[in-house]
Structure formats: C-alpha cells, structure tokens
C-alpha cells in the first residue's frame, strides 16, 4: 500500500527560482496538509485543505501557494524560493471520518541557496 | 497565543520505563495525539486521547488531564529501536493541530 506519496525526496534549490513539491495519496481521505519541520521548532503548517475544491492558510502561509483539483493530489509551490524557506516538508492526509490521526509521507528536504 | 511545551531531550536505559510530559494552553481543545517520529522519517501516530485518563496500547501509554492542560506518554520495557523524537499535538477548537517541538528520547544500553 503506497499511502501518501511525495517527490521530490530531495532537492537543491537557487534563491528566486520556483519549485512545486508533489503529494499524493491513495487512501481517500478528505483533509490533506502541508507542513514544514525546523530543528527546536515544531511542525508548522503551512497550508491545508479540507476537502477537493477547497484550500485554507496555515500557520506560515506565506511565499507558498497550493491548489486542490482533486482527493488525491495536493502539490505545494514556492513561487520565488529565498534562503529562508530551507527546511523539511511533510505532506499529511486525514479522515475525519475515523479518528482524525494524520498520515505522513516521508518528507522533502529542500535547500535554498 | 497556543503553547505546547515538552521536554528538549530525555536519556533512559533499555528495559527501563520512561514518562515524558507535555503541556498545553490553547484555544480550545478537541484532542490531543502523541506521534512518534524516528530521525530522517515522517511521523507516525501512536495515541489519541479526547477524555480524561489513561489509554494503554501494549508498552505505550498516554493519560490526559484536561483541567490541568496536561499530558504524558509511558513507554514501559524501553527498547534501542524506541530512540526517536516523540511529537505531542493538540487540536484547537478550530480542529487545527497545534504542534510541540518534540522530545528527542535517547537509549543507553
């Protein structure tokens, strides 16, 4: 069973160019996230969505952009990377229909240069 | 504002039994959930509680207080492969997840 899905697993990045970081998932679940991971900070979400459709800003929301065309695929983008936005990135789903606990994918280490 | 706070780090031996606390103040409180997440992975859950008291799930245990914002996670018999960070996380009244910056536990043999 794939789960949640991201790519790219790594990537180095120049400051001012774009990037999308790409979720998907196939359990169906209606509620996807993103979320950045700092050292000594905890996650901090970035955008969410709760349903296809439907997006909503998170904690930190800036300099970041997502959309929602469908249940599986939530991709994140970085219109313009700066320095600042080095960091790991978790894509999460939920179904609030069970018990609401959040599954991962195994994260995306981006470096802006 | 929304506060989690829990422990930076913590050492224990194997086969010892370890509580490591979490504290909150939020807006609300729809749950709390303890996640266990192991360096370089993602996050995987491993308690959920809502209602006051002491959930078990084999070595793992959490208890929640609500009137003292307050929680705790057990991990009885420890073993080397329990070396991981462990992520406590309240959901506000808005059922938004506010995040601790976790409790890296180390094991000694």
């Known amino acids: 069973t794939a789960g949640i899905t991201q790519a790219p697993t790594s990537q180095i990045l120049a400051a001012g160019r774009s990037m999308t970081l790409r979720c998907t998932q196939d359990?169906?679940?209606?509620?996807m996230y993103w979320y950045r991971q700092d050292l000594g900070l905890g996650l901090r979400l970035i955008h969410y969505s709760n349903t296809a459709g439907t997006t909503g800003k998170g904690e930190v929301p800036d300099g970041y952009s997502v959309s929602r065309a469908n249940t599986d695929d939530f991709p994140l983008t970085l219109a313009s990377a700066v320095p600042s936005q080095t960091s790991v990135y978790f894509c999460?789903?939920?179904?609030?229909?069970?018990?609401?606990?959040?599954?991962f994918g195994e994260g995306s280490r981006l470096t802006v240069l | 504002g929304q506060n989690i706070d829990q422990p930076t780090e913590m050492t224990a031996t194997e086969g010892a039994i370890v509580q490591i606390n979490c504290t909150y103040q939020?807006?609300?409180?729809?749950?709390l959930f303890w996640y266990q997440q192991h360096a370089g992975e993602a996050p995987t859950f491993l308690s959920y509680n809502v209602l006051d008291g002491l959930e078990e799930k084999g070595r793992f245990s959490s208890f929640l207080s609500r009137s003292k914002g307050y929680s705790y996670l057990l991990l009885k018999e420890l073993q080397m492969k329990d070396s991981a960070s462990y992520l406590c996380?309240?959901?506000?009244?808005?059922?938004?997840?506010?995040w601790g910056a976790g409790t890296k536990l180390i094991i000694k043999p």
């Open positions: 996380a309240v959901m506000d009244s808005n059922y938004q997840l506010i």
């Open positions: 939020t807006s609300g409180f729809n749950g």
């Open positions: 359990m169906r679940h209606n509620a």
């Open positions: 999460a789903s939920s179904d609030w229909d069970n018990t609401g606990e959040l599954f």
